[in-house]
């Protein structure tokens, strides 16, 4: 079983008591080259293994070495040296925010989630609560009250007449104790952060931004916002809402303060930037699209993230988007660093609004900037034509 | 029960079992002119392929050989404006991107690359040249691409030949594990879409 920190789904109407109480609990006392004790834990580490060697291979994985050990380093830095040693990170070309941990210490994040997070305080934050799941045995102990509950119903359905509402309030117990997890895992995250050089605050944060773009994301589908008060019946994960809510109150608990260091996050991430970015556009999600490159671009514009707007615009293809498309494109050439892609965006994007001539001059400079392109034949045809 | 008996009696139970399964595949004799994907697009093999019951989509139809996992060729006839290339699994999280009646050929490759970005949860997608060609008797694209699907290691190449004629889009795509199927049926499905005609 593998540890999300994002909800895939949250379906189901009926509430469940609020985690009222989440008092931020000092760290346990931690044990290097942890080994599996007992049958249930050997058995869960062995399929972790098994998958691990499998994830090892895929073909997902980034191995840029300076990336991965960038994102290594604000681990080390959140949960401690002697922490981070039992952990093995991998980045995954996936574009959706999430981050998963196994029982054996087997740690992915996607590079969705590197995309939205604005530095190392955030990234500690996401990588911290997934630490907590390991650090916590969370998938034995989730396991064992599954087994137990399957138990119940099974003896139930036996010994108990009309033992149908024990089995629904059973299954309901396996979310709520799944919910419990994320809760804690995200309380011991906090406290990573608040022993580390990161303020404890930026955990928060990430969920605000979560929520803002699943609003952006269904307006942009003509569909109603929907963020849900309270964690349905069959939801996995406490509500966005509660996480921002509980997180925050704990690092005002706390008071911690620090560098959440942005600058540095965005200096290391600045070699993957465009691909990461040219994933995301091509996610046909126009309004979340728009919302994450609104939220980059809080301090200014640059290049790879109007070029990303400009392609954004372009591939959803109104004529009103051919126009804005094609000035982003010329105020992502005007900044004088631009990809010969945009010369080729802006003369498609002017050929597809019947400006003919003008749409030929870029992508003649497209060619001359980029003469071995793989579409080069074809580009040829249109300036011809 | 002795072992040949349990092994006859499983036998029969696949057999039961699978027959709903391939009760849509056809035979596609060799020679004959004939139409596909519910289209006026009609082609010729030079030899003899499968056609699976199972549609990708209500405009499309797909061709193998030993299954589509190792080679499958597929053709769209004609998506409208507005449509999706192939069936969205989850239209109200995931939706596809629709084809637009004024898409330039440039756009075709772009369109099947979003398209299998999102169905196939994968950024592993891209596409690698773009040439242009006449194709059903238009001015088409040929183009080729790689991919692998999400948490896999097997590695697929395409090739795509594609066209936007009044306002639709037909298209054929041909695709394998990049070792050895590729190379083994390429010749095969490069002449049925050179056959293409409207």
Redesign the interface.
Known sequence: MRWRIAAALTIGMASTPAMAANKVAPLPPYVAAYQPTNVDERGAWMMADEDER??R????VIRDPALNAYVRGVLCRTVGEDRCKSVRLYIL???AFNATMTANGTMTIW?GALLRLRNEAELGAVLGHEFGHFELRHTLSSFRNRRSGSDLMAWASILVANSGAMQISTIGGFYAFDRAQETSADMIGVRYLATSRYPSAAAADVWDRIMGEADATAIG?H?KANQKYVAGFFATHPTNLARATYLRAAAQEIGDGGSAAADAYRAALAPWLPTFLA?QV???DFGGSEFVLAQLAADGWTTPLLFARAELYR?R?NPRDLVSAAGFYQDAIARGDAPPEAYRGLG?SL??SQQIEPGKVALRDYLRRKPDA??A???S??VDS | MSFRRLGLSVAIAAALISVPAIAGNKLIPAGTRIAVAKSTLTVQPASEWNKLGARPGRNAETWTLDGDALNDLTFYGGIDAGKPLFREADR?NR???TV?A??????IP?LL??SY??AL????MS??????VTFAGGKG?RFTYAF?R????L?RRGEGRGAMIGGRLYLITYEAPALYYFDRSVAAARQVADSARL
């Open positions: 499998h994830l291979d895929a073909a997902d070309r996936v574009p590079s589908r569909r994933d091509k996610l046909n591939e293809g498609l050929l597809r793989g579409d034949a074809l580009i045809t249109l | 109200k939706p596809l991107p637009s004024t898409m330039l050929i440039t756009d772009a690359e979003s970005r999102i949860g994968t950024a592993a596409i690698g040249t773009v040439e242009p694209v692998t999400q948490g896999e290691t590695h």
